[in-house]
């Protein structure tokens, strides 16, 4: 229910695709939904350009971003990017820009405001785990690095079809975006997934379509399965109890790729799962029921 009550808060500042609208500059028309984005959230934007211009560049929060044909014709090429917002940014107007070149060989921009907002579900908790030290801390930070690096393999196609879906139905004991703080300050992290309790052994089946990146024992975040949907857009899965597909294979939507379980530090069994955007860790749960198909 909490999750359906997050969606139905979620949908009057993500799912508003019905009033992008286009404002034209010369060889150029840039889409994007005129309203306001939360800490944590994905934007969708769609770029046309005349067919004579080059490639488009994205620039969003100092980062260079991709944009991926969407389609053709004889005039013109529409693409289309999803922009993940860190769940760290700052409430307030952040500039998106995108960067073409006209007929003539010069470099315009367009560029459009947008505004941040604070998820209000969003938390500060203080937690005590006796297994968490320096060294867990720095394997932890180590092993992020690493599924970091794995996801920057994402292809230019676009696996997913519709909607994602809940990888596991359970409790959901964590939401995305808590700030944690462990043993008095020796870490801190804000909680970049969702965490989704049920029985040891239950089906894992992975949210959409897509090429598994990843599927291996993790000291810390256990077993882990990393599936990339393409175009940026990854989902991971941790503290499996046992994987059921290997590094490089396809899935499908609602495929099980492996069993819930409490491998790695967790203090019981459940399912950590989280999705990144360009490898930005955004809020899941804004994924189910999405416009970004």
Known sequence: MRIKKAIRMAMPFLFIIPFLFPLAIQAASLQVADVPYQQGGTVLLKVSLAKSTAPP????LKQNLPLYVESRTSQSVLYRAVVGIPVETRPGWQILKVFYTTRDGSVEQISRRLRITKDPLFKTVRLKVSSLNSQTAATLTKETGHLKETGQGTSPKRWWRGSFILPVLGRVSEWYGVRRIYNNGLASWFHKGVDLAAPQGSPVVSSNRGKVLLAEKLADHGNTVLIDHGQGVETIYLHLFKLKVRKGQTVLKGQVIGMVG??????????????????VSVNPVDWLNSPFI
């Open 57 to 60: 560049r994205l620039l969003f």
């Open 262 to 279: 409490a491998t790695g530090l967790a203090t019981g069994p459940h399912l950590h799962w989280s999705l990144t955007v360009g490898g």
